[in-house]
């Protein structure tokens, strides 16, 4: 009787972990690059223009899906919104041709064909006054409207009336006599407007522009900080709060 020959079947190709760990890699890089960019995106608040309702060292989720590129195939089913009057939105700064990659967060106050006008630190929308608990004056000195007053100055406590123009947006910041906003540099096209914060993650106690880059040496030093003054300067009770 002759033996049965053994026929070897041919092996599956070896995947070496190297490779493995990299393919990981890259589709975890992938899907993060994805979400950062059409769903949700994460902002360190750096000044104090919309105080008190945001403050400096605020750490925010932004979403960025509510405001983006609509599908009309999806438009009926997606939460997809359009930017209201009220509604504090993430924009690259108009105009900014020095830092196009500056980006702020203010509150949109009025939109096309609105008019706006600021009287005695007052705001009109439409001739009617705004009503919000969430403004701030800090400063009780009030600036007439007299050429004799700086432009800065006047601009804060007078102004207008200005009408917003097609797809554009009025924003000011809450801290009002501390905003640098649309009374300065102009209305907000809607496509500089690129998302909403929903949630304030985490809160800490920083200096206003500590996230400007001084070199690797501040850098670590700001780190170090941080690590250390972690729990005593958290804003705990400010933690995975809705931003309205």
């Known amino acids: ?3 049965a020959k053994a026929v070897d079947e041919p092996s599956a190709p070896v995947h070496s972990t190297a490779r493995e760990w990299y393919e990981s890699l890259l589709v975890a890089g992938i899907f993060v690059l994805f979400v950062r960019t ?13 105080e008190r309702t945001i403050l400096v060292g605020d750490h925010l989720l932004v979403n960025k899906f509510a405001y983006g590129p609509r599908l009309p195939l999806f438009a009926n089913w997606l939460p997809y919104r359009e930017v209201l009057p009220g509604d504090i939105i993430v924009f690259k700064k108009p105009g900014d041709d020095v830092n196009p990659g500056n980006v702020l967060v203010k509150r949109a106050v009025a939109r096309s064909g609105d008019s706006v006008q600021v009287r005695d630190k007052q705001l009109y929308v439409n001739g009617k006054p705004e009503q919000r608990t969430s403004i701030q004056h800090i400063d009780p000195e009030t600036y007439p409207d007299s050429p004799a007053i700086p432009d800065m100055a006047r601009r804060r406590d007078q102004f207008g009336p200005f009408t917003v123009p097609p797809n554009s947006f009025f924003g000011m910041g809450d801290n009002r006599d501390n905003s640098l906003d649309s009374r300065y540099w102009g209305a907000i ?26 070199g690797p040496i501040a850098k670590i030093e700001q780190l170090a900080s941080v690590a250390v003054h972690f729990f005593s300067r958290t804003r705990w009770d400010r933690m995975f709060t809705v931003v309205k």
Not at 38 to 49: A, E, H, I, L
Not at 200 to 211: F, I, M, Q
């Open 1 to 3: 009787m002759n033996d």
């Open 38 to 50: 059409f769903v949700v995106q994460t902002y360190q608040v750096p000044t104090g223009s919309m």
């Open 189 to 214: 096209p809607r496509s500089n407007i690129f998302g909403r914060p929903v949630v304030l993650y985490w809160s800490y106690e920083a200096e206003p522009n500590s996230h400007v880059w001084r």
